[in-house]
Structure formats: C-alpha cells, structure tokens
T-cell receptor
Framework: KQEVTQIPAALSVPEGENLVLNCSFT??????LQWFRQDPGKGLTSLLL?????REQTSGRLNASLDKSSGRSTLYIAASQPGDSATYLC??????????FGGGTRLMVKP | GAVVSQHPSWVICKSGTSVKIECRSL??????MFWYRQFPKQSLMLMAT?????????EQGVEKDKFLINHASLTLSTLTVTSAHPEDSSFYIC???????????FGPGTRLTVL
C-alpha cells in the first residue's frame, strides 16, 4: 500500500527565506506526483505536476523535483512571502488515477 | 486551468436527514471523479471513485449505503450522505482528472455540519 509522508508537518519562517518542503513515498510505481496548496477552509489548488519520467518542474518561485527511484520529491519556494502561508500537500497518482496524499506541511511566513 | 465546481459550499442539517453534494466539471468531461473527506488539520482521505455509467468504487471502511454516489453524466457526480449524523460532519472535496497527464483538478469543497 502506497504511503506518502511530508516533512516537516509545520514550518514558520520570516519573509524572504528560501524554503524546502519534503515529500517521500513508499512505492516508486507512480504515474505522476502533484504539489497542491490549500488555504484554510478552501479546496486544493494545483501548483506543479511532475510526470514519472520527469525530474523537475518550475513555476515562478516554485520548483519541484522528483527522484522516483528513491521515492522523494521536494518543493522549493524561493523568496517566501506572507501570501505563501498555507498548507502544502503532495500526492502521488497510482493506477486508476487515484491520488494518495501526504499529511501536508503547514507553512507560516511572517512579515 | 480546468475548473471543477461544488454545490453547496456549505450546509447545515439536522441529524437523520440526507444531504446531496454536487460536483461538476465546468469546461471538460470527466468519466471518473473522486470524492474525498477531510477532517480538521488532517489530510484528504479518498472515499470513493465515481464512474460515469457504472457503479462507484468505495475505499475500505466507507459505507456505500451511507454515501451514495451517482455519476449521472460526463460533467456531474453527486454524493448523497444519507441519514447524516454529527460524526459525518466534515469537509467533502471532489476532483476530476483532465488531460493526457491526468492532472487532478479539485472543487472548492463542501463544509457539512450535522447538528
């Protein structure tokens, strides 16, 4: 059974810092990995999608990497801003388009 | 990006009543949709896979007779919580995959409170 773990569970940093959020998964037989952002009481916003054959994806200040063989992904946030405060979730897609989610990292960026 | 809507965004009901939640893909067709529930400060847990034209597939521990799923068309799936109880209070979110990369797009969620 696929298990996804995110470290740290919570993170509080001052504005301007560069951040790394970690995600690990137990079964490397994935189709893709997605990073999502969730604001309190809201749905999920897709940030980045990395296909299993890819190594990384970039969007603005966000960069996500994937090491499928070791079961790891990282989300790098450059020059963090208070507006980045949210919960970040990683999820892997396995057979049948099913997503398995990690527990999330709650990020607080202080002005 | 693709848009998925949910209705209602929140609902409060009395114990024992049934509540229907709709999930719509607004600008694409989805033969498959997924229903999740999320308790406070926890991650999303997959409840079931909704399949257009056939029965839904439920995850272990999810009662199919309590959480009725109907995928009536290629753009609409409904989740009905029957005989709701306070322990069913949660945040329910749907998603649908789109495109060759099967990127998942999520609805904004429905907050259910059962009194």
């Amino acid at each position: 059974k696929q298990e996804v773990t995110q470290i740290p569970a919570a993170l509080s940093v001052p504005e301007g810092e560069n951040l790394v959020l970690n995600c690990s998964f137990t079964d490397s037989a994935i189709y893709n990995l997605q990073w999502f952002r969730q604001d309190p009481g809201k749905g999920l916003t897709s940030l980045l999608l990395i296909q299993s054959s890819q190594r990384e994806q970039t969007s603005g200040r966000l960069n996500a990497s994937l090491d499928k063989s070791s079961g790891r992904s990282t989300l790098y946030i450059a020059a963090s801003q208070p507006g980045d405060s949210a919960t970040y979730l990683c999820a892997v897609t396995v057979a049948g388009n099913m997503l398995t989610f990690g527990g999330g990292t709650r990020l607080m960026v202080k002005p | 990006g693709a848009v998925v809507s949910q209705h209602p965004s929140w609902v409060i009901c009395k114990s024992g009543t049934s509540v229907k939640i709709e999930c719509r893909s607004l600008d694409f067709q989805a033969t498959t949709m997924f229903w999740y529930r999320q308790f406070p400060k926890q991650s999303l847990m997959l409840m079931a896979t909704s399949n257009e034209g056939s029965k839904a597939t439920y995850e272990q521990g999810v009662e199919k007779d309590k959480f009725l799923i109907n995928h009536a068309s290629l753009t609409l799936s409904t989740l009905t919580v029957t005989s709701a109880h306070p322990e069913d209070s949660s945040f329910y979110i749907c998603s649908a995959p789109r495109g060759g990369w099967n990127e998942q797009f999520f609805g904004p969620g429905t907050r259910l409170t059962v009194l």
